[in-house]
Each structure stands twice: as structure tokens, then as C-alpha cells.
């Protein structure tokens, strides 16, 4: 999982034996901000050293609400430059369309709650891997930083589960509220429905810990009376078996996921 996590699911390195996929990937973070040719002229004038700074700051935060406070502090201070909200905004922009960055948004179960939302948009990358090129991480580094390990496993996941809520017509959001309940995932569709996800690493410890949010959660949402259940509760993991435990949450392995 270390590996796939910094490989990423770009198609050549895919499709590469192991041993050099993750070169490939590297040759693409390369060449990621070379605009010379660029017919855009927005990306022209774009400094690739502050996109740079920009990437490394949201990997440093990669699955957390980090403020944009936060990473136009963590820019300036460690390049000692000077940057402001505007200037900020406009450069996270040119990074959204060059389909690096896509935030995960906060989920509301009833607007008319009187639960405050927290509203920051968690922190995630369009694929993990250019998290892990812009830190310099292979999967020795990971495996060596489980805490670290299971930030850039959660942004993968939420990858993973974008890309299969979007055949269905859904969105993936997460939720947090004031009084300090939060769910990694909200699967979402247009009709209503949904359901949450915790994503863990594995093993039973993290497993019982995030069954334990999911359930608090329904707990929460059956209070209010007037708000859909959720129709699945989930741990997804890294590894290990699919199975419905005795309080109904499934568990499963991510290389289980289908639309």
C-alpha cells in the first residue's frame, strides 16, 4: 500500500514493473509546472516555485482542515516570502485546474440544524502521489511514520471513493461538527441517500475506533428525528478481510471498492 501510495494511479507508471513505477512518477512531478510552451497564459505567469512551496504546504497538511491561514503562514516562513489572501487564491486556482488539488467539502445532514458545521474543506490532493513527490517520500518513509502512513492513506481512499461516488451520481463530503464528532467520508448521492466512512489503516484497534464514530454519528443523526438515515456504516482499510460486524458497520479493504 506504501508503494501505490507514492506510485499514484497515473497510467504509465501503472502499467510499469514496480521497480521503475515510481521513477516515472517522479519524472511527472518534473515536469509538472514547466510552462514555457504553455498556450494558457494564466500558467504563464505563474512562479512554478511558489506552486511549489503551495504543493508542499498541502502535503505537510495532506487529509487535515488546515486553514488557508496555515499554509500561506507555512509559505512564508519557510521561504521567507511575502504572500497575500489574493494572490494566495489566485495561485490555489491554476493549481485546481492543473488537477492537483481537490478539497473535500463539509456535509450538513439538515441546514436548518441548530449544530454548528465546521466548514473549512478538508485538505486532498487529485492523487496522492504528488503529495508524496512534493515531500520527497518513498514508502520507507511512510511505513516508518504510521500517523503520517495513515493521513496519505485516507487521501487515497478519498480518491478511490470519489472516483466510484461519481459513477453513481454522488459526491463524497466529510463532516465535523462543534462538538467534536467527525466522519473522514459522507458518500452522498442525488437522491438522498448516503452513507459514512472511516478510513483506518487497519488492525482491530483503529477498526473498533472508527466503528465507534460511525455509530455515534447514526446515534446522532436518529436523535434529530427528522433527518435519512444512513443506509451503510464503513471502515475501510488498507488490508484485511470484508465482513458485516455484530453492530452492522462493514469493514472492508479498499482494493474492494466497486461502483
Known sequence: MAHLICR?????????????????????????????????????????EVLKMIVRSYARHISTEASVSTIISDVRQSNERTMDPRTFDDY???????????????????????TSIHSTPTRHFVDTSIACRARGLMPEDLQRDLESFGLFFEDLAVRDLRIYAGTLRGEVLHYRDNAGLECDAIVHLDDGRWGAVEIKLGGNELIEAGAKSLKQLRAKIESKGDERLPSFLMVLTSVGAAYQREDGVYVAPINLLKP
Not at 502499467?15 to 514547466?34: C, H, M, Q, R
Not at 488539488?101 to 450538513?108: F, G, K
Open 8 to 48: 499514484g494511479g497515473w497510467p504509465i507508471s501503472v502499467l510499469a514493473p514496480k521497480d521503475i513505477s515510481i521513477e516515472i512518477t517522479k519524472n511527472y512531478w518534473d515536469g509538472l509546472f514547466v510552462f514555457e510552451d504553455c498556450e494558457n497564459e494564466r500558467f504563464r505567469n505563474k512562479k512554478p
Open 92 to 114: 490555489m486556482e491554476a493549481l485546481k485546474d492543473l488537477y492537483i488539488i481537490e478539497d473535500m467539502p463539509a456535509w450538513n445532514p439538515n441546514i436548518r440544524s441548530k
